[in-house]
């Protein structure tokens, strides 16, 4: 989510044609985008466990008509199908991270060893700035602790952006070798690797040049490539990279997703369920109350083509038909 002043826009390259309908895009039933309406809700980060999707989000709490973020907390949801959301009990919240002051914004929670972790940026305490702590659970839905006791990533760590919201924003990866990458960062995109603990760097914080990077990072893989898609520019659209290794080098490949026209920010998860794949994102369309800061949750079809590139996603208010 950003904090910094907006960024004049300027052309991004190459830009992918919108791919043509499909079968499996037939429209949904109307209306089932946003997918959660019970809460205002952002920055989704999504966690594929068997038959089941468990959705971590934001929680924007600021009432109309007040302009600003208000996020104390982290919420949890459920869904065998992507259609049907089950809300859980609050997971996680900042007061759980003694060390941290304030502000629950983006987060992921990755599986590892039977094991939970989630990284999230918050306010420290009495480290000025933003900062990066990691819980750990025995199973998904809870409950959260911290699980170091102190940050894993302070402002004081990162030199390559002079604002002191740089530490935000984390998203992580595990490789097919077992080494897990974290990335993360504003106007700035940092990367180290994770020691097996999953709790503790192992080497240096390195960064990334892409081009117009604004922050909100998601790396995943697919059919012998990794993708690196961001936030781009302000107000924020999504692009992306693609690349043979999580060291790099990146190739920059254009826009992915769109502005969102209702919310100053753009934040992703991507992810593969029962034979297809997902685009999760947020924007201020839930009611006539949304908003830049009051956001909310919602998910549309990915594509790649045959050469792994992606086709630009389709923003729709009907959404998606049920997983099967």
Known sequence: MLRSPRFALAGLGLLLAAPAARAQDAPAAPGRNPVIRSAYTADPAALVQGGTVYLYTGHDEAPAPQERYVMHDWLCFSSTDLVTWTPHPVPLKVSDFAWAKDDAWASQVVARGG??????AVEHATVPGKAIGVAVADNPLGPFRDARGTALITNDMTKAAPQPWDDIDPTVIVDKDGQAYLFWGNRACYYAKLKPNMTELDGPIQTIDLPRYTEAPWVHAHNGWYYLSYASEFPEKIVYAMSRSLAGPWAYKGILNELAGNS??????????????YFIYHNGGRDADGGSFRRSVCIDYLHYNPNGTIQRVVMTTEGVRPAK
């Open 115 to 120: 094991k939970y972790y989630w990284y999230a």
């Open 264 to 277: 100053n920010t753009n934040h992703q998860a991507i992810i593969d369920f029962k034979g297809q794949s």
